[in-house]
């Protein structure tokens, strides 16, 4: 008798189909993912129709100031003034603008607060004070000379801030900007007794007011140096977004806080310095721009980068055509104008963080 257990099973492996062999190189098709890349929406929001307009009311804004003034443009003489004049104060209106409203952007970044910007944390002070300095010790320094002293002083009086800020327990958002005021204000004091005993008072007034009257070709070169800041700042950006986010956080991920720190420091210090030295003081202008973005487009830093940038240009460019036009021939200090304005947005952003209950930590 034939023996049948053993070629059943032989039978039913050779009836069944065998499953077609996939090459090493085909690979299954993938399911599109739900989450979208992280960069195309950051290039959406970076790049609107939005940001079309503002470059354009922006340009706008720069060929108005370029066609401002009272020596006529068309006169025997009037290109070669224009070339001397009005293109060296619109190209430092943009530099200062942008710079100068990045720079209140990374101090409100590294100190967690909104009410923080040069001029209420003392460095313009600081700056004034190197400025003053340097007349008193150098009476004939140069640009140059001056610049450097004034970036020391702002450098070490941003640094002075920060370790006072790191080695106090704050309850309230506002002590921030009173500290800096106050700091500041003492600064200022001293500053304000050398330049009395050194006869430089006047010049000490006309720094403090801000104007870009005295920019003129040979003396707005040094504006170039912000630039220089100004592109560092869109090259650091995601690494001052994570130090916002404090100490603990950036060092769990990774990050040398304290080098970013001292980064931001020594930007800061060498925009405010190099526009302290060239302009003037710029009240509020890092207070007022980062602000106003953030309310409408959030708080993501790259994106909203080229934001800070055209709406502190066009922000400064209004508020000097303002004193330009205002009591022509005459012409109002561009910090007048800025520090009225910025003292009425810096009350509503009191008021609107008092009614969200911001106010306490």
């Not at 039978?11 to 499953?19: C, D, F, N």
């Not at 327990?169 to 921030?176: A, D, P, Q």
Request: aromatic residues 8%; charged residues 10%.
């Amino acid at each position: 008798m034939p023996d049948t257990t053993s070629a059943a099973p032989h039978r039913h492996r050779s009836a069944r189909p065998e499953p077609p062999r996939r090459s090493l190189q085909q690979t299954p098709p993938q399911p599109p993912s739900p989450f979208p890349d992280a960069r195309a929406i950051r290039r959406q929001r970076r790049f609107t129709p939005a940001l079309l307009i503002g470059i354009l009311v922006t340009l706008g804004l720069l060929l108005l100031s370029l066609s401002t003034g009272q020596y006529a443009v068309f006169s025997e003489d009037g290109f070669w003034m224009f070339g001397i004049t009005r293109v060296p104060r619109t190209v430092a209106l943009v530099l200062a603008g942008a710079s100068m409203a990045m720079c209140g952007l990374i101090m409100q970044l590294l100190t967690q607060n909104r009410f923080v910007e040069p001029t209420t944390t003392g460095t313009t002070e600081w700056a004034g004070l190197g400025l003053i300095l340097v007349l008193w010790l150098f009476p004939g320094a140069s640009m140059l000379a001056r610049m450097s002293g004034a970036v020391t002083m702002a450098f070490i009086g941003t640094v002075i801030f920060f370790l006072f800020l790191q080695r106090v327990t704050l309850k309230s958002s506002l002590i921030v900007p009173i500290i800096g005021i106050m700091l500041g204000a003492v600064v200022s004091s001293f500053t304000t007794y050398i330049a009395l005993m050194t006869d430089h008072l006047q010049t000490l007034g006309i720094w403090f007011a801000g104007s870009f009257t005295r920019v003129v070709e040979g003396r707005y070169e040094l504006m170039f140096l912000v630039l220089v800041v100004t592109v560092l700042v869109f090259l650091t950006a995601d690494r001052f977004t994570v130090a916002g986010l404090g100490r603990d956080m950036a060092t769990n991920v990774g990050l040398n806080y304290t080098a970013v720190l001292f980064l931001g420091t020594a930007m800061v210090a060498v925009a405010t310095g190099v526009t302290a030295t060239v302009v003037g003081t710029l009240p509020f202008l890092g207070l007022i721009v980062p602000n106003i973005v953030s309310l409408f487009r959030g708080d993501d830093l790259r994106s909203n980068l080229p934001w800070v940038a055209l709406l502190g240009i066009a922000t400064v460019t209004a508020c000097d055509l303002i004193g330009r036009t205002i009591r022509a021939p005459f012409e109002i200090p561009v910090g007048l104008v800025l520090g009225l304005l910025g003292a009425v947005v810096f009350i509503g952003l009191l008021l609107r963080q008092r009614r969200k209950g911001g106010l306490v930590a």
